[in-house]
């Protein structure tokens, strides 16, 4: 069974510019969850969606956005970016009760100049 | 809200050595606790899980974690690690039922020397 993919992996904007990043969850799994990983706050909790609603919001500004598809695929947007959105930015699936057994995708590594 | 402290940044001990990392808790509610392992330039991976049931939690690579309600502990350990544990250790804590999310510790880098 493939696992949580991301993409891009890797990329770099500008201050100013958005981003779109991309989240493909392990068949079958209906929830999907963001998360911010910095050196000096670690994993930060962005947002949460199941079944193409948003179940959970962490304390983000505005500019932090995301979406859910009918295919359970989630996307995560960052508009008008600042130099702290750098960070790696990883989403992770699970099955529709929520039991905290999240599989993790490798990541999208975001670096703002 | 549910919140877990792990102690010190990072933990260095000798391969065959005993491996011990800790996590306190705070909830209000009976929690879920999680040990998740993440190696350079991945994501992250869960060891271990405790649930309900048995206090004592077995996991994958040899580590377990024993669920102390009276110390609101949760800590893990392995008997001898092996130079492949090297990492970055993240405990967890949740509630329960659909709103609840996993809230993360900052988690400890766990050196193993040679």
């Not at chain 1, 510019?17 to 079958?28: K, R, Y």
């Not at chain 2, 050595?17 to 800790?22: E, F, G, I, P």
């Amino acid at each position: 069974k493939a696992g949580v993919t991301q993409t891009p992996r890797y990329l770099i904007k500008t201050r100013g510019q958005q981003v779109t990043l991309s989240c493909s969850p392990i068949s079958g799994h209906r929830s999907v969850s963001w998360y911010q990983q910095t050196p000096g706050q670690g994993l930060q909790f962005l947002f949460e969606y199941f079944s193409e609603t948003q179940r959970n919001k962490g304390n983000f500004p505005g500019r932090f956005s995301g979406r859910q598809f009918s295919n359970s695929r989630s996307e995560m947007n960052v508009s008008t970016l600042e130099l702290g959105d750098s960070a790696l930015y990883l989403c992770a699936s699970s099955l529709d009760s929520y039991t905290g057994e999240l599989f993790f995708g490798e990541g999208s590594r975001l670096t703002v100049l | 809200a549910q919140s877990v402290t792990q102690l010190g940044s990072h933990v260095s001990v000798s391969e065959g050595a005993l491996v011990l990392l800790r996590c306190n808790y705070s909830s209000s509610v009976p929690p879920y606790l999680f040990w998740y392992v993440q190696y350079p330039n991945q994501g992250l991976q869960l060891l271990l899980k405790y649930t309900t049931g048995a206090t004592l939690v077995k996991g994958i690579n040899g580590f377990e974690a024993e669920f102390k309600k009276s110390e609101t502990s949760f800590h893990l350990t392995k008997p001898s690690a092996h130079m492949s544990d090297a990492a970055e250790y993240f405990c967890a804590v949740s509630g329960t039922g659909a709103n609840s999310k996993l809230t993360f510790g900052k988690g400890i880098t766990l050196s193993v020397r040679p």
